[in-house]
Nanobody, 124 residues
Framework: QVQLVESGGGPVEAGGSLRLSCAAS????????MGWFRQAPGKEREFVAGISWSGASTTYVDSVKGRFTISRDNAKNTVYLQMNRLKPEDTAVYYC?????????????????WGQGTQVTVSS
């Protein structure tokens, strides 16, 4: 198991930017693929972005391509989600997640550990 703690959420105006961080502990962070999910009120949790264990590949849901960037800094045991040109429909609780198996890619992952979530609210 890995412990994940998200931060960086908050209110932001449409068109603005926000950078989310996810600090990991409890296992060898650098060996595991990571991902970001979000859940809007009344909707199911949605995959947003994934990054492979090495950071060499990334995957994004179509709605955020070109606006969001997932990255990782293994020296800091942290994964980031840079969100630019935010839209009201991006409003959700954002969750960081870690793959349950080492050396995974950026998609088709089995996420077994989750953070507590951080709220992102985009006003129009």
């Amino acid at each position: 198991q890995v412990q994940l703690v998200e931060s960086g959420g908050g209110p932001v105006e449409a068109g603005g930017s926000l950078r989310l961080s996810c600090a990991a502990s409890g296992r060898t962070f650098s060996n595991y693929a990571m991902g970001w999910f979000r859940q809007a009120p009344g909707k199911e949790r949605e995959f947003v972005a994934g990054i492979s264990w090495s950071g060499a590949s990334t995957t994004y849901v179509d709605s955020v391509k070109g606006r969001f960037t997932i990255s990782r800094d293994n020296a800091k045991n942290t994964v980031y989600l840079q969100m630019n040109r935010l839209k009201p429909e991006d409003t959700a609780v954002y969750y960081c997640a870690a793959d349950s198996r080492p050396f995974g890619g950026s998609y088709n992952l089995d996420f077994g550990s989750w953070g507590q979530g951080t709220q992102v609210t985009v006003s129009s």
